[in-house]
């Protein structure tokens, strides 16, 4: 099962700012925090993961809490092509690697 | 790079007939998984290769999903018979060191 809670859908206006919440209150001490996003008839793609630090590149930023039971993914300034479904994945280091999937937040970014 | 390859891209077939899906991973990419996405819902692994041997095929639904890893790379993935719940999306990714993996674009089963 998912360990993840995330909001169905949120809305954002194009060129603001994208702040995307997820709760993780079981996340254990080896398990990191992916994010994926999944435009409309298209897989998954990969957009940040991290541990304990806020990390960021070239798509977005990803803020976790110092408890680690919850996580921010922000998108500085968003486009339409930024509509997507938003999956926040908690996964273990461990040697299996599984990327279990929740339901996921859709952002429907407005003209 | 080439991404992951599926195909085909849609498949339409009735109940009970049989049909395979193919995915050719990124080359070098030692692990590969496929996904069942269901309508509306996340994707759900189905089975993961480390190689061409099975790592987790605990989702899998073995009396009628066979998989196989044919010399670590490309992967079928077989449905016989179908059933009307199996409409789908079919999605295969492939990674090498775990972290981030790669998608295909997906097979699309209707099953009527």
């Known amino acids: 099962d998912a360990k993840t809670t995330q909001p169905p859908s949120m809305d954002c206006a194009e060129g603001r700012a994208a702040n995307l919440p997820c709760n993780h209150s079981?996340?254990?001490?080896?398990?990191?925090v992916y994010w994926y996003r999944q435009i409309h008839s298209q897989g998954p793609q990969y957009i940040i993961h991290g541990l304990k630090n806020n990390e960021t590149n070239e798509m977005a930023s990803l803020i976790i809490t110092e408890d680690r039971k919850s996580s921010t993914l922000i998108l500085p300034h968003a486009t339409l092509r930024d509509t997507a479904v938003y999956y926040c994945?908690?996964?273990?280091?461990?040697?299996?690697?599984?990327?279990?999937f929740g339901t996921g937040t859709l952002l429907a970014v407005q003209p | 790079e080439a991404g992951v390859a599926q195909s085909p891209r849609y498949k339409i077939i009735e109940k009970r007939q049989s049909v395979a899906f193919w995915c050719n991973p990124i080359?070098?990419?030692?692990?590969l998984y496929w996904y069942q996405q269901i309508l509306g819902q996340g994707p759900k692994l189905l089975i993961q290769?480390?190689?061409?041997?099975?790592?987790?095929d605990s989702q899998l639904p073995k009396d009628r999903f066979s998989a196989e890893r044919l010399k670590g790379v490309d992967s079928t993935l077989k449905i016989q018979p179908a059933k009307l719940e199996d409409s789908a999306v079919y999605l295969c990714a492939s990674s090498s060191t775990g972290y981030g993996y790669t998608f295909g674009s997906g097979t699309r089963l209707t099953v009527v």
């Open positions: 994945i908690v996964r273990d280091g461990g040697a299996t690697n599984k990327l279990i």
């Open positions: 079981t996340i254990s001490g080896n398990e990191y």
């Open positions: 080359s070098g990419h030692a692990t």
């Open positions: 290769f480390q190689n061409n041997g099975v790592v987790d």
